[in-house]
């Protein structure tokens, strides 16, 4: 009977599901200069951040280092002119220079340093009319 019995992890029974479910950008479309990633920390582990424009080229690229369950990537509120978050993308590439209008693709990748070692990948796109 007891190998019957669904394990969780971290109060989560599909983490990857979960992870893709939970995780975007807003506003999208994306006009101005404040928007924003939510991107949850299931679990213990790494997050990391890549956006990519059209033709596949790397523009913007965000460690968000090792954090702990429940420590989310989170700018709602957070983001403006004036004030930034580690969860903001100012619509800049790696060199801060402003980032043309068109398609973007975030990819978004965690990693568990826990349990199973999970890895969880997903894709959002991000429009910049």
């Known amino acids: 009977i007891i190998n019957n019995i669904p394990v969780t ?11 893709s479910r939970e995780t975007y950008f807003a506003p999208n479309p ?10 949850p920390s299931l679990l213990n582990g790494r997050t990391d ?6 033709a596949g080229d790397l523009v913007y690229k965000k460690d968000y280092g090792l954090r702990g369950t429940g420590n989310d990537v989170d700018g709602l509120g957070r983001c403006s002119v004036t004030h930034t978050h580690e969860a ?3 619509r800049v590439n790696s060199s801060g220079r402003t980032v043309a209008p068109g398609v973007y693709f975030a990819v978004v990748r965690f990693e568990a340093s826990e349990g199973t070692r999970d890895v969880c990948q997903v894709v959002k796109k991000i429009l910049i009319p």
């Open 9 to 19: 992890k971290g109060g989560t029974y599909d983490l990857c599901g979960d992870f």
């Open 30 to 39: 994306y006009n101005g200069t404040a928007g924003w990633f939510k991107i």
């Open 49 to 54: 951040l890549k956006i990519y424009n059209l």
């Open 88 to 90: 903001c993308w100012p």
